[in-house]
């Protein structure tokens, strides 16, 4: 309705009281709206909340968060870092699709500039379809976040390049993954102490480029190596390191089979080496506090890959947690045992042994690998399958698995042995023959705990269950679903 002068009123905005004229919400004082504006996650969303008024203008350059979906151009998140007026940028999270280096080198220095926290950029490959176009299409630089806390970058193998100056003093968290490395001896030289004097975790996976990494780390405690393709040398010098895990990186290299590694940690608590190892070439070092080791799988039969693991067992005198693994292929008629091969084990209080049977028996390595660490006070064994057999296939009459039944006659004495975990079990004859056994050698067992595949029907792990009671002495606690 038009007033008596012939002027037009404006209309009030109605924010805040679903059909009042008074618009209450943009009342509030500013750090209410931005924790409103952070509710709706997206920074472009946020912006657009700016043609409700003019007291929302400029309201979402204040959040100390930003976030960027896919599809969202480049010159728009050049254009929102270079509006942003908060304090402080505390998290910069980043989704792209297909991006050309080029289109991240525009903004990320203006992020480097601005950022107090952390840093989060994933680039997915869509229309590029595979690793090796995405390595093709050029590098972009990292600049030196000079306040950044941490930094995690998947990058969809676009070539990622180091810049030679700047110091990272903030840093605690880097993590790379799908990266094509350039100039790949600035990334041993960037987290180093004298550039990264705060970094305590560092991760590299599905990285390429990277042949030679050096490491020289006063704060680094976790190191992540996994599918570091064509690494030839690694060599980390690294007081206050407590994790370290290599896995499947020099097995790819295409120069050598042998890894050249010099590893100084000898505060190392936790080693994950699930690689090619030969003592001539990988020097760990001395490790005295180390408690847990995960090692390579350990093929029974016919897999060349298992010596290595003999190595680095031998390595050790004494480890209070071993996880191992024992992979048995589906035909083994016409491969070579390989468990005597393994004729030390170091003294162990925990043993987390996973088994891949496919069918077949497995007594006969439990028992060998038993027979070498009597002292062991807890062990737990799960079985797992990598095929789409159900636990309970059982291979053939006749197959050379049963062949050594040594584990059914000869006496074994574990009599530190407290508690056996038994899980993913697929109540077959076998594997009730092998937990009486287990139950006459552990002569102070006290507690028992068994669980079933899902395959298993209900009514067999509850017959089985009972089987294992009257095999079980009374002072032993069952314990499962299927016990009562």
Excluded at 364 to 388: A, N
Excluded at 393 to 406: K, M
Aim: proline share 5%; with cysteine; hydrophobic share 40%.
């Amino acid at each position: 309705m038009a007033r008596r002068d012939g002027e037009i009123p404006a209309k009030r905005s109605k924010l805040s009281d679903g059909g009042g004229s008074e618009d209450r919400l943009s009342a509030l004082p500013d750090d209410l709206l931005i924790q409103i504006l952070l509710k709706l996650v997206d920074t472009a969303v946020a912006a657009r909340t700016s043609v409700l008024s003019g007291r929302w203008r400029r309201l979402w350059t204040l959040l100390p968060n930003l976030r960027f979906s896919p599809g969202t151009e480049p010159l728009g998140i050049r254009a929102a870092l270079e509006s942003h007026e908060a304090p402080a940028l505390h998290h910069l999270d980043v989704d792209l699709l297909d991006a050309a280096p080029e289109s991240v080198a525009g903004w990320l220095p203006i992020a480097a500039r601005r950022l107090s926290g952390h840093l989060k950029l994933v680039n997915s490959v869509g229309q590029l379809g595979s690793e090796d176009e995405a390595g093709e299409i050029g590098a972009f630089e990292l600049p030196c976040f000079e306040s950044a806390i941490s930094i995690h970058l998947e990058l969809g193998y676009i070539g990622l390049a180091v810049h030679p100056l700047g110091v990272f003093a903030r840093l605690t968290d880097l993590h790379l993954s799908c990266v094509q490395l350039h100039d790949p001896g600035w990334l041993g030289e960037a987290v180093s102490s004298p550039r990264c004097p705060s970094l305590q975790s560092l991760t590299v996976r599905d990285a390429r480029g990277l042949g030679n990494f050096t490491i020289h780390s006063e704060s680094l405690k976790r190191l992540m190596l996994s599918n570091v393709h064509g690494l030839e040398q690694l060599t980390l010098i690294a007081p206050a390191l407590l994790f370290l895990s290599v896995v499947c990186c020099f097995h790819s290299s295409t120069t050598t089979n042998q890894p050249v590694a010099t590893i100084s940690s000898p505060q190392l608590l936790s080693l994950i080496w699930m690689d090619a190892y030969d003592p001539r070439s990988t020097q760990l070092g001395e490790m005295e506090n180390l408690q847990r080791l995960d090692t390579y799988p350990f093929f029974v039969y016919g897999h060349n890959d298992s010596r290595k693991v003999v190595k680095l067992l031998s390595h050790f005198k004494l480890i209070q947690t071993l996880s191992f693994m024992l992979l048995y292929p589906l035909e083994i008629t016409n491969h070579e045992y390989l468990m005597e091969d393994i004729t030390r084990l170091p003294n162990i209080v925990v043993m987390n042994l996973h088994i891949e049977p496919e069918g077949h028996s497995f007594g006969t390595s439990l028992f060998h690998l038993l027979s070498m660490c009597t002292g062991v006070r807890k062990l737990t064994i799960t079985l797992d399958c990598k095929t789409s057999h159900p636990v309970q296939t059982v291979c053939s009459a006749g197959c050379v698995c049963d062949q050594t039944p040594n584990w059914k006659t000869e006496e074994l004495t574990l009599n530190c042995l407290k508690r056996v975990n038994l899980s993913n079990w697929g109540a077959t004859d076998h594997e009730a023959a092998l937990v009486k056994r287990l139950l006459e050698w552990a002569t102070v067992l006290q507690t028992m705990t068994v669980t079933f595949d899902r395959s298993v029907a209900g009514s067999k792990a509850k017959e089985f269950c009972q089987m294992l009671q009257i095999f079980s002495r009374p002072e032993i606690c069952m314990r499962g679903p299927h016990f009562v």
